[in-house]
């Protein structure tokens, strides 16, 4: 199914990408960090770019060194 924008030219294919959409671009709506000036349009990104950039946190290869920065990275090295 397709869910266009009524503000613009955008056509999201869920209904939660559209609401995400219309905060972001059309409402303005930020996620601020706390404890540097990004600013993600979607909670889920300011929680992923709290625990990379401020946590440490890592996701460590059982084969080498390698450490990726999310669990999707290190499934690529992996496969």
């Known amino acids: 199914m397709r869910y266009p924008c009524s503000q613009c030219e955008y056509v999201a294919t869920t209904a939660s990408a559209l609401k995400t959409h219309v905060k972001s671009k059309h409402e303005g709506v930020r996620y601020p960090c706390s404890q540097c ?4 349009t979607r ?6 770019h709290v625990e ?5 946190v890592r996701y460590p290869c059982s084969e080498c060194e390698y450490l990726g920065t999310t669990a999707q990275n290190l499934k690529r090295h992996v496969e």
């Open 37 to 40: 000036n990004y600013a993600a």
């Open 43 to 48: 909670e889920t990104d300011l929680k992923r």
């Open 52 to 56: 990379i950039k401020h946590e440490g």
